[in-house]
């Protein structure tokens, strides 16, 4: 499995990456799309919501499983994947790419700092 250097990781396995003007694209990781198995559907409910870190921002359905999307900094949720309402396949085939889930203004991004490395993580999950 490949963790992108680029990006910041957390223990429930979502990656964060931090663009200009404060926005991050958040997505769930190759490790957990690969957990989860083939993902059949992503409710995602939390446009223009203010959430805090660690909540819950949206589900994933795949075929074994329901499991929670967990913000991993605290901000708004300004868009969400509008291709995932029709392919939500996308996280298991390009999980960073165009399988991302949320952008979000954060509140703070020195908390994006503060998440995993790329080889933290890859530590966390035994690659």
Request: hydrophobic share 45%; glycine share 8%.
């Amino acid at each position: 499995m490949k963790f992108p250097e680029n990006l910041r990781y957390t223990k429930e396995h979502e990656w964060v990456r931090l663009e200009d003007g404060g926005i991050a694209v958040i997505g769930i990781t190759e490790f957990a799309q690969g957990e989860l198995g083939d993902i059949v559907y992503v409710e995602i409910e939390t446009k223009d919501q203010h959430l805090a870190a660690e909540a819950v921002f949206g589900t994933v359905e795949a075929v074994k499983t329901v499991s929670d999307l967990f913000l991993p900094i605290a901000g708004t949720v300004i868009e969400v994947n509008p291709e995932l309402n029709n392919k939500p396949e996308l996280v298991n085939s390009d999980p960073y790419g165009e399988g991302w889930m949320i952008k979000v203004k954060v509140d703070a991004t020195a908390d994006v700092d503060a998440l995993l490395t790329a080889e933290a993580y890859s530590e966390l999950v035994g690659n």
